[in-house]
């Protein structure tokens, strides 16, 4: 009869996530439009351009418009907007979607 006592066999080390790259969003409610982390195909938006709460930042339809010409997009103006949505850009307006705006034109 034999002495020795089993011994437990090494395991590898658990594997971790890998880190979330910065910019990227994790976890979260989808954005309307988009992936996160992703920029969408083209869309276009008619309406009555609003101020958001912070100092000029633009919203239309709950997005927040980021680029494009000033002579169009201001506060009470209605226009029509051609943009691609980019879920991860950060801003600091603290509301909306962005859409970075490709143009712009009165409604």
């Given at each position: ?12 080390p ?6 979330t790259?910065?910019?990227?969003a994790t976890?979260?409610?989808a ?7 992703k920029t969408s195909?083209?869309?276009t938006?008619t ?10 930042c633009?919203?239309l339809?709950?997005?927040l418009l ?16 051609t943009?691609r ?7 600091t307006?603290q ?13």
């Open positions: 009869m034999s002495n020795s006592a089993a011994q437990p066999s090494p395991s590898a658990e594997s971790l996530p890998a880190p790259p910065p910019g990227k976890g979260g409610p954005l309307p439009g988009a992936t996160a982390g195909g083209p869309m938006l309406g009555t351009v609003t101020a958001g709460v912070e100092p000029n633009l919203l339809d709950g997005y980021v680029g494009g010409p000033r002579e169009h997009l201001r506060s009470g103006a209605r226009v029509t907007v943009g949505v980019q879920a991860d850009l950060m801003t307006c509301q909306g979607t962005p859409l970075v705006v490709e143009t712009a034109q009165p409604a």
